[in-house]
Structure formats: C-alpha cells, structure tokens
C-alpha cells in the first residue's frame, strides 16, 4: 500500500498524519519549535512512527504546508536524513486543483490552501472553511473550485493571552463554554467572553460571507483544533472535520506525485 507522511507546521503545533491509501493509519502532533535541529525533528519523527508501528521504509511520500519559514529548513533536512525522501513543499507552482483568482495568490498560505482543497475534494463546492487556530480562518471556495475570499481574525488562544498579558488581575482560565452566558465570577466570564465572543464572530462573518458571494447555498465546514467547541455551538456550521487539512495535503500529494 502507498504510504504518505503529510505535515502541516502552524504557529503553534505541527500536525501530522500517515495515510494508508485513503485511510488515516495514525496521527500525531508536534510544538512548533524554531531552534530545533535536523536531527531533533528527524529522532521525534522516526520516534512517533515507531510508536505507531509504522517504519519509515514504509514511507512513499511527504508533503508539507508551512506558514513558519524558519521551521523549514530543519524540518526538511531531517525528513531526507532519516525517511531518505524529499518532501513536497506546498507552495507557488505545486498543483493543487484550486484555482486562487485574487491579485497576490502567493499571500494564501500553504495551510489554507490545503484546507481548501480538502474540503472541496471532499464535499464539493461551493464550500465555506472554517479553521479555528491560533488564528481564525475563513475561506470561501465557489463551485468550480475558485478560492475567492479570506477572513482572518484572532483565535480564541491568541485572544486569551493577549487579555492575560496586557491585564494586571485577570487570570488565566481554560477555554471552555460556560453553562450560561450570564457570568457570576471572573473565570466563567473571562470563558464567556472568549467562547461565546467568537460563536458571535463566527457566525456574523460566515453569513455575511455568503450574502456578499450571492450564494443561496454553501456548505460549511468547520476544522482545527478548537472548531469542535464553536461547530457543537452554533447552526451556521454544518460540518466538524479535525482532519480536513491532512486530506487536503493527501490529495495535493496525490496530484503532484507524477510531476516529482
């Protein structure tokens, strides 16, 4: 069976998952850290895989997204030092079946791309990408596969540590939904605030998204690591994929397979 590796280096983590075939045999994820070496990203991944009883001969393919230069070196060179390939690199050139008709397609990152990719390869179009991160992403793909809108805001975390750093007395809390939206003590009101601020965000820039498109109908699929949260509380979204972005790198893989 045809094995891919793909990885997508965020700001805060670095996740990836192993496809076998069209399957996700394992998942795993990584801190985004600069001053790491070769060797360290090479050992953590060799290590991972181990784990999962996966060898690295095993591995055909890697594809990469990145939105943190200074991570790629390393990571690359550890990749061709212990799994012996060179990784697919998603970036201007690569083919990926999404056309981007905006006036600098080379300012879309590598991450949205994929999540575009992913959620039109497998729920068609037009579709509305929801990536909730270290920041909020919102990505409208029309019909034919055209990337023609991206909203970014600050994520819930980026929101949560700006107000505890630049506040003298409030406290660092988890990012949960409280029960209720009327607030009695500081920790529910500070997770109040967060949660049900970007459910308000999310569901004002979606619809407002859709109108300005013209469209009377789009799919909306929300992913990241903290999509569950706001999908589970609201109805502008109709989709939680955790995995929309490895299927978007898996698929941009499968296209450029041939070209490598």
Do not use: H
């Given at each position: ?21 069209n ?14 070496t ?47 390939l ?44 929801a ?33 505890w750093?630049?506040t ?23 997770q ?37 949260i ?18 978007g ?12």
């Amino acid at each position: 069976m045809y094995m891919i590796l793909v990885m997508d280096v965020g700001n805060t983590n670095i996740t990836m998952g192993v496809f076998d075939g069209n399957d996700i045999k394992a998942k795993f994820r990584l801190t985004t850290q600069i001053n790491r070496t070769s060797d360290e990203y090479g050992l953590f991944i060799a290590d991972l895989l181990n784990l999962r009883g996966i060898k690295m001969d095993d591995i055909d393919t890697v594809a990469i997204s990145s939105v943190v230069p200074r991570v790629n070196y390393s990571l690359e060179s550890g990749i061709r030092k212990y799994i012996g390939l060179v990784p697919l690199n998603i970036g201007v050139g690569t083919k990926t079946g999404i056309k981007i008709p905006i006036p600098n397609p080379k300012e879309v990152g590598a991450d949205r791309v994929a999540d575009a990719v992913g959620a039109y390869e497998t729920y068609g179009g037009p579709v509305l990408v929801a990536d909730f991160g270290t920041a909020n992403k919102y990505d409208l793909i029309t019909e034919d596969g055209s990337l023609i809108a991206a909203v970014t805001s600050p994520g819930l975390k980026m929101s949560a540590n700006a107000m505890w750093a630049d506040t003298a007395k409030l406290p660092e809390v988890e990012i949960a939904l409280p029960d209720t939206i009327l607030a009695k003590d500081t920790v529910t009101s500070i997770q109040a605030g967060l949660v049900f601020g970007c459910i308000g965000q999310t569901e004002y820039i979606i619809k407002r998204m859709i109108k300005e498109a013209g469209l009377n109908k789009c799919t909306v699929v929300a992913t990241g690591g903290l999509g569950r949260i706001i999908a589970e509380n609201t109805d502008v979204i109709d989709i939680y994929d955790p995995n929309l972005l490895l299927k978007g790198l898996k698929s941009i893989a499968d296209k450029n397979s041939n070209i490598r």
